[in-house]
């Protein structure tokens, strides 16, 4: 497989295109100045405890409060606000964990009163940006990604991917770092650390740690709601977590952002450096690569896949819904369970790459087409999961239900990505209304004599019905007439392209005449 990413920097916003084997599978929206992704960590103000949902609402500066539940606060919620309620008051000369000391862990079913009283501010960090109308969802357990690990203050633990099978390279990994993180940090090692070297993981940690001092140094500076530590941009966050050996191409259109681009992969991957590139092309770059036309192919609201068979995916309050057609596909020589199982495992891969793409969260309900064989089934469930598995986000897939049914839960953590791929009409401007046709005749009349002036052999091309009532009569037309009101020679064509209302003038070479 090979993978590209192609970076298209638009006036208000950045747009990031990945591909596998030439074909979208995800599609990023940053517009510019974003203050509320996922990651970002903020000194916030509490305002209200809501007892009853043992939750409250967190002022980070969002027109919505954010929501923080006791849950996502953390058994170490008291050492971490001690250090930062001594950091704000000015107690604390050093970001370093090596001596300070922790505080009894909090009560897994306890009270949010208990913890947190209106007023207190704390450091919180935004697990899910805001979505609809809600704020964005809140936590308290601070954790620094990075390209090979994740810091988490206030502990010593070091954990491993679980998508890491060797034993021995667990052993290995988790000897190297416990040698070489900070004191009184813990670490979760990511599947990418698989293989590299001690000198590859010491620069990410010293790189994570630096990020902790200069949150440490922020926190001084602000008053609340105010971010002090910021996330990496979309694009880098992407490039940090995805990126690989089979990444051939990453195509950038804006000079400052290829810089930014190249520096940050010569950090993280400096092997990799000479695929970033800067695309000085006079076609925009979507349109070069064809990404625009497998957008409009592919969210809408129908998807059409291999075989002539299709998608229909709704977008409801509570789920999303995607049901599966076999349109005109039947082979004949195959009965009716195979031909469902052959649609099925074509819909499985295009689901998996729909939910990817539109960054679909919470629950999904696809509905395949029956099949009667067990085999069939768990063949369709193994395809799904496999499908899926590269999938960043969490998710979890239950087997097809008796009436064929696949739930599928995945992590949301971003409003689900929503093009619209219909366009306005060209004749009402998207009003659901026309200008009276009875005034076309007039307003061509009036375009023609400023047409005049510029050439005397006129063509004009209108819809074919438009073209037929100017046309129409041997003797006397309206054709005839405005040519000899205007003394000019006039051909009346038509077009079926055209739609009803539209006309364009033409001089004798072919040429539009603009009036």
């Known amino acids: 497989m090979k993978y590209e990413l192609l970076v298209d920097s638009r006036p208000n916003e950045v747009v990031i295109a990945l591909l596998r084997d030439k074909q979208l599978l995800e599609l990023h929206k940053e517009p510019v100045g974003t203050k509320f992704s996922v990651g970002d960590i903020f000194l916030a103000k509490v305002k209200k405890i809501i007892t009853g949902l043992n939750a409250t609402f967190v002022d980070v500066g969002y027109e919505k409060d954010g929501f923080l539940h006791y849950l996502d606060l953390g058994i170490k919620f008291k050492t971490f606000q001690k250090f930062t309620e001594r950091n704000i008051g000015g107690k604390l000369n050093t970001a370093s964990l090596r001596n300070f000391k922790h505080e009894p862990e909090i009560d897994k079913s306890g009270s949010i009163n208990d913890v947190l009283k209106s007023g207190n501010q704390i450091l919180v960090q935004v697990a899910k940006e805001p979505i609809s109308t809600k704020g964005p969802r809140l936590t308290t357990e601070v954790t620094i990604a990075g390209r090979y690990m994740v810091l988490v203050p ?45 000198a590859e993981l010491d620069a990410d940690i010293k790189f994570l740690y630096k990020k902790w001092q200069k949150m440490y140094k922020q926190t001084k500076k602000v008053t609340p709601p105010a971010k002090v530590l910021g996330e990496l941009g979309r694009t880098a966050s992407l490039l940090r977590d995805v990126l690989n050996d089979d990444f051939v191409s990453i195509l950038v259109n804006d000079e400052k952002l290829h810089l930014e681009i190249k520096d940050y992969i010569t950090t993280i991957s400096p092997e990799q450096e000479k695929i970033v590139r800067l695309y000085k092309g006079n076609v925009p770059l ?131 990505l929503n093009i619209e791929t219909k366009e ?92």
């Not at 129908?302 to 005109?328: C, F, P, Q, W």
């Not at 004749?427 to 009875?438: Q, R």
């Not at 005839?480 to 038509?494: F, I, M, P, Q, S």
Request: proline share 3%.
């Open 154 to 198: 206030f502990s010593n633990k070091v954990s491993i991917s679980q998508k890491i099978e060797s034993n021995e390279e667990k052993k290995r990994l988790k000897k190297l770092v416990q040698s070489i993180k900070p004191p009184g940090f813990g670490v979760i090692i990511r599947t990418v650390a698989q293989g590299k070297m001690v």
């Open 424 to 515: 306005g009409c060209p004749s009402c401007k998207g009003t659901g209304k026309i200008e009276a046709s009875i005034l076309l005749i007039d307003e061509i009349g009036q375009k023609l004599a400023k047409a005049v002036n510029k050439s005397e052999n006129v063509i004009l091309k209108t819809h074919p019905f438009v073209a037929s009532h100017i046309n129409k009569g041997w003797f006397k037309n309206q054709r005839r007439t405005w040519a000899n009101d205007y003394g000019c020679k006039l051909a009346v064509e038509e077009d079926t392209t055209y739609h009803l209302l539209q006309y364009r003038f033409f001089n004798k070479e072919r040429k539009v005449i603009n009036v």
């Open 286 to 416: 979507f349109q070069k690569f064809q990404i625009e036309r497998q957008i409009k192919s592919s969210f809408g609201k129908t998807v059409t896949m291999r075989k002539s068979t299709y998608l229909v995916i709704e977008h409801t309050e509570a789920m999303h819904v995607i049901d599966v057609n076999s349109g005109k596909r039947v082979n004949s020589k195959q009965d009716q369970e195979a031909n469902a199982l052959e649609v099925n495992l074509i819909a499985a891969e295009e689901v998996a790459r729909q939910l990817r793409l539109r960054d679909m969260g919470g629950i999904i309900v696809v509905d395949f087409i029956d099949m009667y064989n067990g085999e069939n089934r768990k063949k369709l469930f193994d395809s799904l999961v496999g499908f899926m598995s590269d999938d960043k986000a969490k998710h979890h897939i239950l087997p097809p239900s008796r009436f064929g049914l696949v739930e599928i839960t995945r992590q949301r953590v971003r409003p689900v």
